[in-house]
């Protein structure tokens, strides 16, 4: 730990050296000077509103800005940009697997929020353990994302071991109504339409969002043809009353329809997928309903109730030989269900005391579940309740003191106390430095339990996590930030290639720090830059260090926007450093020539918009514009001799056109 502290406090100060030199003299005109960078409010770190710099976590913010400048695909595309987070998705879309992985620092053991209401669906291992963010792909209805990468098992439930992903949507809170429509085509036969209505009037509120999405085969970086068909839907409904300013209700539905079809493994089974005319089609049918109330008590007291319930409908066959006599057929089924009830009371004790608390309970639902003939299990359920309180105790004008406790009771493996505390400093507004611990449980889902691969008798994950960080602001338009990590956690569950099973692997110890800078020159030009750095030790002698290879050992995010009144453009690259890939050479030997290669690459993305007029946005995109050849996969690392490389999208473009009235 002190060896990773050195490094990240070396780092720190050879980054904010340098960028002092480069930068120190630049001047800005008083009309021209923005607002503090990290200024925003953010929700996530407490359950409260501060502000980010003072927030004493880990937490990066998507802004609404950001997304209608990015023009990002869906969620998981948004969260690529963050450091701190690694995605390994499959395929050009995201949207025709079921694996894609989401990890924060180093841990899948991530909560998903939808209006900080939950959004995971427990019955899977794989990303519908927790949700296809790709899925979440109609992005006029997300207001903004915050981005918790730190445990935060005391607030938003025990398995928050990596933190906590919240995704806010949109809401008319001024009167009047505003529709947008929208379309964009571009490579891989790419379609996309999206109609989006909102308004305020006498207090009602209203926000429709309707998308229609089309795509087709693609190409990698060496230009090899890769068969994906997408046909889907992803529409949003929000209505809600708000009654003076004392109550809010609101309810939002979310559906998500898709038909589909992919190859049935990587590149190579790609080439004899087409020989033996082998191919997987699938529907999704996935559905989110949430109800939420929220009740100005006093000045002093807010009491908000949520209601949800959370679909997830997937069907799926792999082909073989279709039309002939050796015509083979597999079908999958993963049907999932969730439903929770919440309520959480804030009280503003006084000046010293913020009380966040309130109860949970979630029930968790595998509906229909079948691999194969001997793989099918159905109405496998488990629930979770639990109380929690924090306190966030003002102990001087600089120092704070959040502490609390939270008690969970899982269906299945008994109660646990996971208390959490957070000791934080604003000595002035340069400032703030914080170090916190946290406990984590972690129990398995029922795939893993009883699943292809599952064992009845995992043991659950149990761990703690300690957490620091140090943000800087040498002036309102330059903040630099330091945040270093360790997590223990026992009875890891992962699974054996040997055995073939989920097992309890032993201890997982993960380390790491980030760095993150932001520098705004003038009003026209900015750049962010992120180095994240993790180490998470092999769990066995047959693993590779960093969840066998899955996570890089270091990545970067690196940003530069320019603005004018009309026009504006952004490069965003993302860096992915010493990326192992898996130990086992079941799908070729990660360790070759061959593969070093492919185990560090950089991918940049252009993106412009031009605004001829205030209800007309033109942009244009090019996502990969070096053409890299790579994969976000672990499995194998080998494009060319291994059996199971994912390839991710070669060059491509996008242009759309804006229209609101």
């Known amino acids: ?50 502000e980010e710099f003072k927030a004493n976590a880990n937490i990066s913010v998507v802004t609404r800005e950001t997304i209608e400048k990015n023009h990002y695909s869906n969620v998981q595309d948004a969260l690529r940009d963050i450091p701190g987070v690694t995605i390994a ?15 924060l620092n180093g841990s899948d053991k991530v909560v998903v929020l939808i209006d900080g209401v939950r959004a995971n669906i427990n019955g899977s291992s794989s990303t519908y353990g927790k949700m296809a963010t790709s899925e979440l792909s109609n992005m006029d209805s997300i207001e903004r994302i915050e981005v918790l990468k730190s445990s935060a098992s005391t607030l938003y439930g025990a398995d928050a071991a990596g933190g906590v992903i919240n995704i806010i ?25 999206n109609l989006t209505h909102r308004g305020n009037a006498d207090g009602f509120y209203w926000d429709l969002a309707l998308q229609k999405k089309i795509s087709g085969n693609f190409k990698d970086g060496w230009n090899r043809e890769i068969p994906e068909h997408l046909n889907s839907e992803n529409n949003m409904i929000k209505i809600g009353k708000k009654f003076d300013d004392n109550a809010d209700i609101n309810v939002t539905y979310q559906t998500y329809k898709a038909d589909y079809l992919r190859p049935t493994g990587g590149w190579n089974v790609v080439a004899s997928n087409k020989a033996n005319n082998q191919f997987n089609t699938g529907s999704k ?87 194969s003939a001997s793989s099918k299990y159905s109405d496998k359920s488990t629930t979770n309740k639990a109380i929690y309180i924090n306190d966030e105790f003002a102990l001087t004008d600089t120092w704070s003191l959040s502490y609390g406790v939270r008690y969970n009771d899982d269906s299945n493996y008994g109660s646990k106390w996971l208390p959490s505390i957070v000791l934080g400093n604003t000595p002035n507004d340069k400032m703030n430095y914080y170090l916190g611990f946290k406990k984590f449980f972690v129990a398995p889902y029922p795939s893993q339990l009883y699943g292809q691969y599952g064992t009845p008798d995992l043991n659950p994950e149990t761990g703690s996590a300690f957490e620091g960080g140090v943000n800087y602001r040498f002036d309102p338009t330059f903040v630099s930030s330091v945040h270093v990590f360790r997590r223990d956690m026992k009875d890891t569950i992962n699974y054996d290639s040997g055995t073939k099973k989920y097992l309890n692997s032993g201890e997982e110890v993960a380390t790491g720090f980030d760095v993150q800078v932001r520098k705004a020159f003038d009003s026209h030009l900015s750049t962010n830059v992120g180095y994240t750095y993790t180490y998470i030790k092999p769990t066995a002698p047959n693993k590779n260090p960093n969840s066998d290879g899955r996570v890089p050992r270091s990545a970067w995010n690196i940003g530069i926007s320019y603005d004018l009144e009309k026009f504006s453009a952004n490069l965003a690259a993302r860096g992915t450093i010493a990326k192992q890939g898996g130990f086992a050479k079941t799908y070729g030997d990660n360790t070759s020539a061959e593969a070093s290669s492919y185990h560090t690459y950089w991918v940049f993305d252009l993106g412009m918009n031009y ?51």
């Open 89 to 103: 998705g499959y395929g050009n879309t995201g949207e025709v697997y079921s694996s894609n992985s989401l990890i």
């Open 611 to 661: 605004k001829p007029s205030k209800v007309i946005n033109i942009y244009a995109k090019c996502n990969n514009v070096f053409d890299r050849l790579y994969t976000e996969q672990r499995a194998c690392l080998l494009p060319e001799t291994g059996t199971s490389w994912y390839s991710a999208p070669g060059r491509n473009f996008e242009v759309g056109v804006e229209y609101t009235f």
């Open 169 to 193: 949507t949109r809401k008319a809170t001024e009167n009047g109504v505003s529709t947008k429509l929208a379309a964009a085509t571009g490579s891989y036969g790419k379609e996309r339409y």
């Open 285 to 371: 049918d996935n559905s989110k309903l949430n109800i939420v109330y929220t009740q100005k008590m006093s000045d002093k007291v807010t009491n908000q109730l949520a209601l949800y319930r959370n679909k997830h409908v997937s069907d799926e066959i792999t082909w073989k030989n279709p039309g002939k006599t050796n015509a083979t057929t597999q079908p999958y089924i993963y049907h999932y269900s969730s439903m929770g009830l919440s309520d959480q009371v804030t009280v503003k004790a006084d000046d010293k005391h913020t009380l966040v608390g309130g109860f949970e309970w979630y029930k968790d639902k595998v509906d229909n579940y079948m691999t």
């Open 1 to 50: 730990m002190e060896k990773t502290k050195s490094l990240s406090n070396a780092i720190l100060m050879s980054m904010l050296m340098s960028t002092s030199v480069l930068w120190g003299g630049t001047a800005l005109a008083a009309e021209e000077t923005p607002e503090y960078l990290l200024g925003e409010l953010v929700v996530t770190a407490t359950r409260t509103p501060v």
